[in-house]
């Protein structure tokens, strides 16, 4: 029995490509409805209010991906997150960089947007599970926390930073199991 049958039969006659619309359907609905919340207009407007006459920038930002599961992963970015822990908007000198984290057979890459600096102002901080970059120098400031997907050896971490863009490559500490697929030839 196979089991994608069904959704074959779904798609016959359809273009392949259809089930990734319906997903960017179902994201954009939600930021449609986030948007149209009360909510988010009064935090909006709060934050006008109270911190637009300070001249501070603010930038809020999402990166929204398709995971592995077929799901879409939303991350957000910027210095001013749609939740705080007093349920206040608020800037933050700090600006959260955009993150990528790749996963791979023996090492995992994360790379780090974070233009502005210099390599001597870039400090990170590696543990078997976590990996924590922050930049502290007067023109800019950034933080960001990463979950890594799987442990790994924090020695063998080894970082570049080149026009604007950091990249961090660290060792697993187990390879990552394959899935069992096995190629023959066919005669």
Not at 71 to 81: R, S, T, V, Y
Not at 123 to 147: F, M, Q, S, W
Request: net charge negative; proline share 6%.
């Amino acid at each position: 029995m196979d089991p994608f049958d069904e959704d074959r039969d779904r798609r016959k006659g359809k273009n392949p490509f259809d089930f990734i619309d319906d997903d960017f359907e179902r994201i954009f609905d939600e930021m449609q409805r986030m948007f149209e919340s009360t909510g988010f207009r009064e935090m909006i407007k709060e934050m006008f209010q109270e911190d637009f006459g300070s001249n501070k920038r603010f930038i809020h930002g999402l990166k929204i991906n398709i995971g592995p599961d077929g799901k879409p992963k939303i991350q957000e970015f910027g210095n001013c997150p749609l939740k705080n822990p007093q349920g206040k908007p608020m800037i933050s000198e700090e600006y959260e960089p955009l993150a990528d984290i790749i996963e791979g057979d023996e090492e995992v890459a994360v790379t780090v947007e974070i233009p502005g600096v210099e390599n001597k102002d870039i400090d990170l901080n590696v543990n078997e599970a976590t990996l924590e970059i922050t930049v502290n120098n007067p023109r800019r400031k950034y933080h960001k926390l990463l979950d890594l997907p799987c442990d790994i050896k924090p020695k063998t971490m080894k970082a570049t930073y080149k026009n604007g863009v950091l990249d961090v490559v660290i060792k697993r500490k187990k390879k990552k199991k394959t899935g069992g697929r096995y190629w023959a030839t066919i005669e």
